[in-house]
């Protein structure tokens, strides 16, 4: 008889064990995966906050072409203000051009990074009867720098029966960098100002 009290006691004292470890466990296994989900927080957090913001004004820079390509940002850093920018297509029959392309328009900037189109669509393809188009994104890798690529590209004719021809000038680099203040009416005109070409030699 004593055997088995000893042995239901024991039993007793082994389930209070067990619930006792399990009520002492949850609540820091709780805690660790909120703590878990916290320093993923924060982490996420950080990445924002380490995002380049550029300075307001007038930025020109130099692409690998040798090419000048120049634009605005404002908007504390939000909104790039379409610029200039030159460039150099190659044609098959007629060899190469270099133009340069005076763009309107604005185009967000979002954790540091843009993407600048003249005559292509948002959603892809260009806009029906451009002569020219160009895309060229770009990322701010400090407030004040900021690198990128150009890819465009140009019909034109190739004096054969009134023939035209794709002229590609794709695979092009550029670096830019923040060169001074600019004033709220110059960056309104160049926002509204209509597009325009010009053959440079």
């Known amino acids: 008889m004593l055997r088995k009290i000893s042995i239901l006691l024991i039993s007793i004292l082994f389930v209070a064990l067990v619930i006792l470890v399990v009520v002492e466990m949850t609540p820091q296994k709780v805690r660790s995966k909120n703590d878990?989900?916290?320093?993923?927080?924060?982490a996420l957090a950080s990445i924002y906050d380490d995002a380049v913001v550029?300075?307001?004004?007038?930025?020109?820079?130099?692409?690998?072409?040798?090419k000048s390509i120049s634009f605005y940002v404002a908007d504390s850093g939000m909104t790039l203000v379409a610029g200039y920018y030159e460039i150099t297509y190659t044609c098959p029959s007629s060899g190469s051009h270099s133009w340069g392309h005076g763009t309107g328009g604005e185009f967000s900037i979002e954790d540091g990074s843009f993407v600048w189109l003249y005559n292509v669509n948002p959603e892809g393809g260009i806009v029906p009867g451009s002569t020219f188009f160009g895309k060229i994104p770009g990322s701010f890798t400090s407030a004040t720098t900021c690198e990128g690529k150009l890819n465009g590209g140009m019909g034109a004719f190739t004096g054969t029966k009134l023939r035209t021809e794709a002229c590609p000038g794709f695979g092009i680099t550029w670096k830019a960098k923040w060169v001074s203040p600019a004033s709220a009416s110059e960056i309104e005109e160049?926002?509204?100002?209509?597009?325009?070409?010009?053959?440079?030699?």
């Not at 007038?58 to 072409?65: A, V």
């Not at 160049?190 to 030699?201: K, Q, T």
Request: charged fraction near 20%; charge should be negative.
């Open 190 to 201: 160049v926002m509204g100002r209509e597009s325009y070409n010009h053959r440079i030699e």
């Open 54 to 66: 550029p300075e307001d004004g007038q930025w020109q820079g130099t692409t690998s072409q040798g």
């Open 36 to 42: 878990h989900s916290v320093s993923a927080s924060l």
